[in-house]
């Protein structure tokens, strides 16, 4: 038997900076929260959700930051202010579980091992750059730093990765593994990485009609804007939050996953059946049917096939309903990083999102309507999706506690 | 969350219907065991890269010339992955696995390609390296890849924790289908060498220039080896409905971490006894129910001591003569895929009642105090039960306890 299980801290940091309220202000303006990326020309797409020069040392102490590559350094920061916002101060007698995902992991690091070991020969590679170079370095030095001594995974499963990352968190809470889970993502975006997803067509470019920028759902959209960041959320038993009186309270009704075998490695495929199947049982297991969704926080991110695919998958889960209404912060946040995940939570608590700027009409067929950014009433639930490059699929039902 | 088993109906016994393997040893899991038990271990001079240029010249190929037709195109761990998976499922009688969940590990996916990617960057420009080649890249590449050669339409989920993402993706599968996710599961793990890793293990010391050999005084560290191995997991309840016979039972897992430090264990084996003692609480079996480990038995002057350490205390005066050995003595570190490939060889262990020795050569370090199965497979009189253990970079921590299958 399971546990009711709450999210009683977020911690986010990204574009937006280190904190919630350029978070919150962010999504409620509807802008793209893009910044030039430095390259070595060419390239169509110029833009990058990257993070700005922000302070963490409120979070993370200089000298710890030097040792660590930058998406460990995201992490930690982002896990120390969930615990704050969690009221948990000390972590003493607890079993604490770190799931973080990462879709890249530590890419300049590895980028900088590798240029050492072909230019200058494999004896030339630095110790620490291996270490902080494994996937799993953002998850274990979240766990060095708070002592945390449960289980900690590092999932990599893409888009879908931060959605999968929280059932697993979810369900080491519901089945009594541990008492406190830290689950998130963690992303950094480099010039080089930036440039690949540029060559495959992945990210937005400008035309001579419209900026540069991501416009999911869009008729006019063109691709996604990447992003860098991490996203810590903290989750505990229902019971334990309500006992310590924590005012930040979003359960985790239902989670679920599905795969489209359809997909080619790199890319969305069209398999909305199974996908359909997979939402419409995070729905089945939070005991609610569309009826009772108050948003869809979607992963449309402005990719062509990508956004193509969510909407049928939307659209085949339906099965006729009204869609409720359908929030894309990856046009603000970015992909990658976990914008998508915080900003699930956020609407979650009732947090407005804007109408997009960058967006004019959907996409004839799509049958999608993005918010306008009209008023909402407070939500009971939303329903959060991810579908990742490589076919797989994850959901999540949340509600507030 | 809602929705655990309400009626009762979930079905907590979790079998092993399948076993596959891409090793050193060879294509199959019958080539891996052979192999084992021959003794000799399969680690010899590098020629996947040019091995000269490193510090140690040592590892435990896979022997590519050996491969399966099909998917040329594609990164060599998403090939083993594949080749593993499907003489699982061969084995277990599945033609198609629509139904299923994947739970996979990898640790640097097809980095082998990425590197030829970079290497082409470095030499020759932007311009011309193939971003393709750093797709392969991609960590949930060989568990996607699995996913869709069967036609799963499961939940997809790979797992990165370094050294123990393959024994964590098992266990994530295990719970998976306790809860009732999933009644069928592939789960496994993939790796394939590459010159980062090599040359990264090389650069804190920790590759032994001679094959490794651990738990013996003179270990200096490890031997990298690459494969795959994939297991058919499924309640007992859907294997029998479908007429599959159960290999061995996964009864138990469990994960920890030292949160001690990023790549050296905790000297007293702290996390890792925690896992283990865990893993035999989940599973609901005793101490001495255990018939022998398959460590994780790096070759590491540190791991084996912190290993050799939690294993005494979970074991206690029995620990003397409890039959330990490691698979990676023989096929090297697979990295993200030894917990997987090493769980194959625990089933085949438990199964056949027979414990695949180390080779003989080094005499055992007094230190560790354990019974290292050396030199010739040891026939076991009782196998009931089993440990296999994997611990990471991070002081990620993981244990699976299997059990025979006459407890089913």
Same mark, same amino acid.
Request: glycine content about 12%.
């Given at each position: 038997?399971?546990?009711?299980?709450?999210?009683?801290?977020?911690?986010?940091?990204?574009?937006?900076?280190?904190?919630?309220?350029?978070?919150?202000?962010?999504?409620?303006?509807?802008?793209?929260?893009?910044?030039?990326?430095?390259?070595?020309?060419?390239?169509?797409?110029?833009?990058?959700?990257?993070?700005?020069?922000?302070?963490?040392?409120?979070?993370?102490?200089?000298?710890?930051?030097?040792?660590?590559?930058?998406?460990?350094?995201?992490?930690?920061?982002?896990?120390?202010?969930?615990?704050?916002?969690?009221?948990?101060?000390?972590?003493?007698?607890?079993?604490?579980?770190?799931?973080?995902?990462?879709?890249?992991?530590?890419?300049?690091?590895?980028?900088?091992?590798?240029?050492?070991?072909?230019?200058?020969?494999?004896?030339?590679?630095?110790?620490?750059?291996?270490?902080?170079?494994?996937?799993?370095?953002?998850?274990?030095? %979240?766990?060095?730093?708070?002592?945390?001594?449960?289980?900690?995974?590092?999932?990599?499963?893409?888009?879908?990765?931060?959605?999968?990352?929280?059932?697993?968190?979810?369900?080491?809470?519901? @089945?009594?593994?541990?008492?406190?889970?830290?689950?998130?993502?963690?992303?950094?975006?480099?010039?080089?990485?930036?440039?690949?997803?540029?060559?495959?067509?992945?990210?937005?470019?400008?035309?001579?009609?419209?900026?540069?920028?991501?416009?999911?759902?869009?008729?006019?959209?063109?691709?996604?804007?990447?992003?860098?960041?991490?996203?810590?959320?903290?989750? @505990?038993? !229902?019971?334990?939050?309500?006992?310590?009186?924590?005012?930040?309270?979003?359960?985790?009704?239902?989670?679920?996953?599905?795969?489209?075998?359809?997909?080619?490695?790199?890319?969305?495929?069209?398999?909305?059946?199974?996908?359909?199947?997979?939402?419409?049982?995070?729905?089945?297991?939070?005991?609610?049917?569309?009826?009772?969704?108050?948003?869809?926080?979607?992963?449309?991110?402005?990719?062509?096939?990508?956004?193509?695919? @969510?909407?049928?998958?939307?659209?085949?889960?339906?099965?006729?309903?009204?869609?409720?209404?359908?929030?894309?912060?990856?046009?603000?946040?970015?992909?990658?990083?976990?914008?998508?995940?915080?900003?699930?939570?956020?609407?979650?608590?009732?947090?407005?999102?804007?109408?997009?700027?960058?967006?004019?009409?959907?996409?004839?067929?799509?049958?999608?309507?993005?918010? #306008?950014?009209?008023?909402?009433?407070?939500?009971?639930?939303?329903?959060?999706?991810?579908?990742?490059?490589?076919?797989?699929?994850?959901?999540?039902?949340? !509600?507030?506690? | 969350?809602?929705?655990?088993?309400?009626?009762?109906?979930?079905?907590?016994?979790?079998?092993?219907?399948?076993?596959?393997?891409?090793?050193?040893?060879?294509?199959?899991?019958?080539?891996?065991?052979?192999?084992?038990?021959?003794?000799?271990?399969?680690?010899?001079?590098?020629?996947?890269?040019?091995?000269?240029?490193?510090?140690?010249?040592?590892?435990?190929?896979?022997?590519?010339?050996?491969?399966?037709?099909?998917?040329?195109?594609?990164?060599?761990?998403?090939?083993?992955?594949?080749?593993?998976?499907?003489?699982?499922?061969?084995?277990?009688?599945?033609?198609?696995?629509?139904?299923?969940? %994947?739970?996979?590990?990898?640790?640097?996916?097809?980095?082998? @390609?990425?590197?030829?990617?970079?290497?082409?960057?470095?030499?020759?420009?932007?311009?011309?390296?193939?971003?393709?080649?750093?797709?392969?890249?991609?960590?949930?590449?060989?568990? #996607?890849?699995?996913?869709?050669?069967?036609?799963?339409?499961?939940?997809?989920?790979?797992?990165?924790?370094?050294?123990?993402?393959?024994?964590?993706?098992?266990?994530?599968?295990?719970?998976?289908?306790?809860?009732?996710?999933?009644?069928?599961?592939?789960?496994?793990?993939?790796?394939?060498?590459?010159?980062?890793?090599?040359?990264?293990?090389?650069?804190?010391?920790?590759?032994?220039?001679?094959?490794?050999?651990?738990?013996?005084?003179?270990?200096?560290?490890?031997?990298?080896?690459?494969?795959?191995?994939?297991?058919?997991?499924?309640?007992?309840?859907?294997?029998?409905?479908?007429?599959?016979?159960?290999?061995?039972?996964?009864?138990?897992?469990?994960?920890?971490?030292?949160?001690?430090?990023?790549?050296?264990?905790?000297? !007293?084996?702290?996390?890792?006894?925690?896992?283990?003692?865990?893993?035999?609480?989940?599973?609901? %079996?005793?101490?001495?129910?255990?018939?022998?480990?398959?460590?994780?038995?790096?070759?590491?002057?540190?791991?084996?001591?912190?290993?050799?350490?939690?294993?005494?205390?979970?074991?206690?005066?029995?620990?003397?003569?409890?039959?330990?050995?490691?698979?990676?003595?023989?096929?090297?570190?697979?990295?993200?895929?030894?917990?997987?490939?090493?769980?194959?060889?625990?089933?085949?262990?438990?199964?056949?009642?027979?414990?695949?020795?180390?080779?003989?050569?080094?005499?055992?370090?007094?230190?560790?105090?354990?019974?290292?199965?050396?030199?010739?497979?040891?026939?076991?009189?009782?196998?009931?039960?089993?440990?296999?253990?994997?611990?990471?970079?991070?002081?990620?921590?993981?244990?699976?306890?299997?059990?025979?299958?006459?407890?089913?």
């Amino acid at each position: 038997m399971t546990a009711p299980v709450v999210a009683t801290g977020l911690g986010a940091i990204g574009p937006w900076g280190a904190d919630l309220a350029s978070l919150l202000a962010a999504l409620a303006a509807g802008r793209p929260l893009a910044t030039p990326i430095e390259h070595d020309g060419g390239d169509a797409s110029r833009l990058a959700g990257l993070v700005p020069d922000v302070d963490l040392s409120a979070w993370l102490p200089a000298a710890s930051a030097r040792r660590l590559g930058r998406p460990s350094r995201f992490a930690v920061a982002a896990a120390r202010m969930a615990l704050e916002q969690a009221g948990l101060s000390s972590l003493e007698g607890r079993r604490v579980a770190v799931v973080l995902a990462t879709s890249f992991g530590a890419v300049l690091f590895t980028e900088k091992l590798v240029r050492q070991i072909l230019l200058e020969g494999p004896e030339s590679a630095q110790p620490f750059y291996f270490s902080e170079c494994v996937a799993n370095a953002a998850a274990a030095q %979240v766990a060095l730093s708070l002592g945390a001594r449960g289980v900690n995974v590092t999932v990599t499963q893409r888009e879908a990765g931060p959605l999968v990352a929280l059932a697993r968190g979810a369900a080491e809470i519901g @089945e009594g593994r541990a008492d406190v889970a830290i689950v998130g993502a963690a992303d950094e975006m480099t010039p080089l990485l930036h440039g690949v997803l540029d060559r495959f067509g992945a990210t937005a470019r400008p035309t001579p009609e419209r900026d540069e920028a991501p416009r999911p759902f869009d008729a006019h959209r063109n691709g996604v804007l990447a992003g860098e960041g991490a996203t810590a959320v903290v989750l @505990e038993r !229902e019971s334990d939050a309500a006992a310590r009186g924590v005012p930040f309270r979003v359960r985790i009704a239902a989670c679920a996953g599905a795969f489209d075998p359809g997909a080619t490695p790199s890319d969305w495929g069209s398999g909305d059946a199974p996908l359909a199947r997979g939402l419409s049982r995070a729905l089945e297991r939070s005991g609610r049917g569309f009826d009772a969704i108050d948003r869809v926080v979607s992963g449309g991110s402005g990719s062509r096939r990508g956004d193509r695919l @969510e909407a049928r998958v939307l659209i085949r889960a339906l099965s006729g309903a009204p869609s409720p209404p359908v929030l894309v912060p990856k046009a603000v946040t970015g992909e990658y990083g976990g914008g998508h995940l915080a900003a699930a939570f956020l609407a979650a608590a009732g947090a407005p999102f804007g109408a997009v700027s960058a967006l004019s009409r959907a996409e004839p067929g799509l049958g999608i309507v993005v918010h #306008d950014g009209s008023p909402l009433a407070p939500p009971r639930a939303v329903l959060a999706t991810a579908l990742a490059a490589g076919g797989a699929g994850a959901w999540a039902v949340l !509600e507030r506690a | 969350m809602p929705g655990a088993d309400p009626k009762g109906t979930l079905d907590p016994t979790i079998v092993v219907t399948g076993l596959g393997a891409v090793t050193a040893f060879g294509w199959g899991a019958n080539a891996l065991w052979e192999g084992l038990l021959r003794g000799r271990p399969a680690i010899s001079a590098i020629t996947r890269f040019d091995g000269k240029r490193h510090r140690t010249p040592l590892a435990a190929e896979v022997p590519l010339h050996e491969a399966p037709q099909g998917a040329r195109r594609a990164p060599w761990t998403d090939r083993f992955a594949v080749a593993a998976a499907r003489e699982a499922m061969r084995q277990a009688g599945l033609s198609e696995a629509s139904a299923a969940g %994947v739970y996979f590990g990898s640790s640097t996916g097809g980095m082998l @390609e990425s590197e030829a990617f970079y290497e082409s960057l470095l030499r020759r420009g932007r311009r011309r390296a193939r971003p393709s080649l750093l797709v392969a890249q991609q960590l949930n590449g060989p568990g #996607d890849a699995v996913a869709r050669d069967a036609g799963a339409t499961g939940p997809v989920e790979t797992v990165s924790s370094a050294c123990s993402s393959g024994s964590m993706a098992i266990g994530a599968a295990l719970r998976a289908l306790r809860r009732g996710d999933v009644d069928l599961a592939l789960a496994g793990a993939s790796d394939s060498l590459c010159q980062l890793t090599h040359a990264g293990f090389n650069s804190l010391r920790a590759v032994d220039e001679r094959p490794c050999r651990p738990f013996r005084k003179d270990r200096l560290g490890l031997s990298i080896g690459e494969g795959a191995g994939v297991l058919v997991l499924e309640t007992l309840t859907h294997a029998r409905a479908r007429g599959a016979r159960p290999i061995a039972i996964l009864a138990g897992e469990a994960a920890t971490c030292d949160a001690h430090h990023m790549t050296a264990p905790h000297p !007293e084996g702290r996390g890792a006894f925690e896992a283990i003692e865990a893993a035999l609480a989940d599973a609901g %079996v005793d101490r001495d129910e255990i018939d022998f480990v398959n460590a994780h038995g790096t070759g590491t002057p540190l791991n084996d001591l912190a290993e050799a350490r939690a294993m005494r205390r979970v074991f206690g005066a029995r620990a003397a003569s409890l039959p330990v050995t490691s698979t990676k003595a023989l096929i090297g570190h697979l990295l993200g895929s030894a917990g997987a490939v090493e769980a194959v060889a625990t089933v085949l262990g438990l199964a056949r009642r027979e414990v695949h020795p180390m080779p003989a050569d080094g005499a055992p370090d007094e230190e560790i105090g354990l019974r290292l199965v050396l030199g010739a497979p040891l026939r076991l009189v009782r196998a009931s039960a089993a440990v296999s253990t994997n611990l990471a970079f991070g002081g990620a921590n993981a244990a699976l306890v299997f059990r025979s299958v006459e407890a089913a």
